[in-house]
């Protein structure tokens, strides 16, 4: 196999991938979803980007250790200390119990995970199980690094060499500058602890040496992943904003444990942004789109995942449902021909498919690029200089590294019920029954009235296709 090549946003370069501590195969963090509501498509397009990492790796003969950890507590609604906590005002609004609402949406996610074909990782902490570790962890750097204010124990990110290195620039950390905490020495300077203030009613609070009251969220990431994979550890990821505070944080806090200038991991790696232009990418905008929306549109979730892996993940990718529809085709198309492979399994062997294995190498190792591997795979099922069932066999690398079940995955498993059709599997295939006996009868102006009204049913009609019909996605109007 190829040497991995990949991109360390701290140091901005593309360097080649070898583990620290063979023994302990690559160890990996990646930044998990706070669990205060459903997770967005973007969100989830950060789990794609490392269960692609995490299969390029597995694939590759590494053994993984992988962690996504679930945030149960801690982050504000704003990431510079200030605004409600997201968890506590979740709970508020909905009045409910606070463990239930975690509990809920960790769920959620984690059934989000599995709709995408995305690997259980090795651990998912809850940073609520690890806030002793946090509190034992502020204790060994408070002396040197943090000083109280009443709302708690701040970080003083001068006492760290070259802090915020990580982000793209010093003077542009994000909403530090915005809306600094009263008494801060340095509006960069984080929360490592935030004390209760008198008279509020929390519903997740703890004991600690600085009052009772709830950690910093950057702080469950370094001691989780400390816990977890060790001090110094292979790859830490997480998307694109997280490089502008939450992981400049991280490590200065790591430095500040180690008492060392050493971030913790050994490559840092960020996936770019899913947008939309319309705003549904903001939780805070009422309606965002989440991967249930898009189902009860009459999406498969994979069809989302081939979405994401059209894309190098350090690209801008843009959620349009017209994307959507053009990814689902695509995936559909290739499932098509690869049943069609199967139907012809037992023609003789006559040709080598390794060069193919080759070149999905090639393209993974250049940074993750399954936007490259795509077209491999499509030339690899279309390669008729190959058997069938050779095709077929080689089609495994593909499935292992891209994450799609093409063993398994049949055109039918993509045929997804919008939410809103108003028809049943059972009906369409009676009315289609009715339009066979009506074209048998050469009445053609009663079979275009069947295809017609399944039309409007969101129901396509496809002559000559062995599914004889599919479901059409509902695309909202505008
Ligand atoms: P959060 O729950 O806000 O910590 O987000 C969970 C993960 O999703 C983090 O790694 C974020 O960086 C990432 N993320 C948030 N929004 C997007 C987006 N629109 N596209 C891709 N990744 C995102
Ligand atoms: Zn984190």
Not at 160 to 173: F, K, M
Request: glycine share 6%.
């Amino acid at each position: 196999m190829m040497p991995l090549t990949l991109y360390d946003s701290l140091s901005r370069s593309l360097r080649e991938f070898a583990p620290l501590d063979p023994a302990l195969g690559v160890r990996v963090y990646s930044c998990g979803p706070t669990v205060y509501n459903y997770v967005h498509v973007g969100n989830l397009r950060a789990y794609v980007f490392t269960d692609t990492l995490a299969r390029v790796l597995t694939w590759k003969g590494y053994d993984l250790n992988h962690v996504i950890n679930i945030t149960d507590v801690g982050h504000l609604t704003s990431d510079a200390d200030a605004g409600d906590d997201k968890m506590e005002a979740a709970a508020k609004k909905a009045g409910q119990d606070i463990w239930a609402i975690a509990r809920h949406y960790t769920d959620a996610f984690k059934q989000n995970l599995n709709d995408l074909n995305i690997r259980t990782p090795t651990h998912m902490p809850l940073a609520t199980d690890h806030v002793d570790g946090m509190i034992e962890f502020a204790k060994a750097i408070e002396a040197k690094h943090c000083y109280r204010l009443e709302t708690g124990l701040y970080f003083d990110v001068s006492t760290v060499p070259d802090y915020g290195r990580l982000a793209r620039s010093a003077d542009d950390i994000g909403e530090s500058r915005i809306d600094p905490v009263e008494g801060k020495r340095h509006a960069q300077d984080f929360a490592i602890w935030r004390t209760s203030p008198p008279g509020e009613n929390r519903q997740m609070e703890w004991d600690s040496p600085w009052g009772r009251g709830a950690p910093g969220w950057h702080l469950e990431c370094s001691v989780m992943s400390q816990k977890y994979l060790g001090e110094r550890f292979d790859i830490h990821t997480g998307g694109i904003d997280h490089r502008e505070i939450h992981h400049p944080n991280e490590i200065a806090q790591n430095q500040a444990h180690c008492d060392c200038a050493d971030s913790g991991a050994n490559f840092w790696m960020h996936n770019n942004f899913l947008i939309e232009r319309g705003g549904k990418m903001s939780k805070s905008s009422g309606e965002f789109l989440t991967l249930r929306a898009l189902v009860d549109r009459g999406f498969h979730p994979l069809s989302y995942r081939m979405l994401c892996l059209q894309a190098h993940y350090r690209s801008e990718l843009e959620f349009t449902w017209d994307n959507l529809v053009a990814a689902q085709v695509r995936l559909k198309r290739l499932v098509q021909n690869i049943e069609a492979l199967r139907a012809r399994s037992d023609e003789p062997s006559k040709g080598s498919a390794a060069a193919y294995r080759d070149q999905l190498d090639a393209a993974v190792s250049d940074d993750l690029n399954t936007a490259k591997a795509l077209p491999v795979l499509d030339s690899l099922v279309a390669d008729k200089k190959v058997a069938p069932a050779d095709r077929i066999a080689a089609l495994a690398d593909f499935a292992a590294v891209l994450g799609l079940p093409l063993d398994r995955l049949t055109r039918a498993d993509l045929r997804v019920r919008p939410a809103s059709a108003t028809i049943d599997a059972e009906a369409i295939e009676a009315r289609l029954e009715e339009r066979r006996a009506a074209r048998a009868a050469k009445d053609f102006a009663a079979s275009d009235a069947i295809r017609d009204e399944l039309a409007a049913a969101g129901v396509e009609v496809m002559d000559g296709d062995p599914l004889g019909w599919d479901w059409r996605p509902a695309l909202p109007a505008g």
